[in-house]
């Protein structure tokens, strides 16, 4: 990825509302006070959107000027190896995990061993069922319902839909499908005809959409966001008669969606930002600072078009990026870090950045 080097005009719009949801909060008594050491346990290395969550973790870390050191351990692993970082982190005398955990369950019993060493846990991105956690994440119930809304609209109310989902069984895929299928349920004239999963993989997606893709039988395509190779795929196959794509904040689907606007696209960005990392470090700070944080954090997207959006979504692509960077670059109330700050990627112990 192109995070470590690359500088963006400051003032990109952000088009994510933090809401926070009832629940049950959690207290934490203060705890090393300005001197935190955080740990976290990502259990996708190499992934785009992951390694920015990453940096905003290690960039929000460094401006709080309250947390002394980040730990990461990102792999690619099962169940049994994530556990295994957690108790690692556990034993290296952490404050907090913040964890993006890879199943729902399996690491329940090492993160009730960091609870119960009086370590306060987050989970970010893909819930778990552990108690005493805090959860902070995009709404991926509503990510799956405003993208189907916005797409039946772009349909004109009918047609037949190619659902590309995520990864089967993992938390966002689930909600997502549920948050889609609430609206769909609404809409007898709108079929789903084909159903696949990318696992989240552009590979998987861009074949899927070369095999598939085939003039008059589909009106729409709904992503799980891996959505840009999709669009091209279409130049092709469906020899430049687009049908509307639902994707994320990606940055060259966001470049597809304002250049081929003029050619009849309709590109549907559900931002999905990557920089809820850096959420999740300011709610561990605030934990470890002894304040009242709900259980639950989300935050809550709203579908872009460039028709109803132009300025916002011109401001939104950034070129010295790669094509699958997720461009949201900050979350008003949770986040303070400049883009070049983020794309620096430095950890308290690592970098000049901070208010240490």
């Known amino acids: 990825m192109n995070l470590s080097t690359k500088r963006v005009k400051a003032g990109l719009a952000v088009a994510t509302s933090i809401t926070l949801m009832a629940g049950a909060a959690v207290f934490a008594a203060p ?62 005398g952490v404050n907090a995990i913040i964890v993006n955990s890879g199943d729902p369950s399996a690491n329940n019993a090492a993160i009730a061993e960091a609870v119960a060493a009086g370590i306060k846990v987050i989970t970010v991105d893909n819930s778990t069922t552990a108690p005493n956690t805090t959860f902070v994440a995009n709404d991926q119930v509503a990510y799956g319902r405003v993208g189907a809304e916005a797409l039946v609209k772009a349909m004109g109310g009918k047609g037949n839909i190619l659902y590309m989902r995520g990864a089967s069984g993992a938390g966002a895929d689930t909600d997502r499908d549920k948050g889609f299928r609430e609206v769909i349920a609404k809409y007898p004239k709108v079929k789903v005809t084909k159903e696949v999963f990318t696992n989240w993989d552009w590979a998987t997606g861009g074949t899927l959409a070369n095999q598939l893709l085939v003039p008059g039988k589909f009106q729409g395509v709904w992503t799980s966001g891996i959505d840009y190779n999709i669009v091209t795929a279409m130049t092709t196959k469906l020899k430049g008669k687009y049908i509307p794509v639902v994707g994320a904040d990606n940055n060259e689907f966001i470049r597809l969606s304002n250049t081929l606007a003029s050619k009849g696209f309709t590109g549907i960005i559900v931002p999905n930002p990557a920089i809820v990392g850096g959420a999740a470090l300011k709610v561990a700070v605030d934990l470890l600072d002894g304040k009242m944080v709900p259980a639950t954090n989300l935050l809550s997207p709203k579908a872009l078009t460039v028709k109803a959006n132009k300025a916002d979504l011109a401001s939104r692509y950034v070129p010295t990026q790669e094509a699958t960077f997720s461009s949201t670059l900050s979350l008003p109330g949770y986040t303070t870090f400049t883009p070049a700050q983020l794309f620096r990627c430095k950890a308290p112990q690592d970098s000049n950045d901070g208010g240490r």
């Open 31 to 92: 705890a090393q006070a300005n001197n935190y050491k955080i740990g976290v346990s990502n259990s996708w290395a190499g992934n785009s959107w992951r390694e920015t969550m990453v940096c905003a973790i290690k960039a929000e870390a460094t401006l709080s000027g309250k947390v002394a050191s980040v730990t990461v351990l990102s792999r690619n692993t099962d169940a049994a190896g994530q556990s295994a970082d957690i108790r690692t982190l556990k034993t290296q």
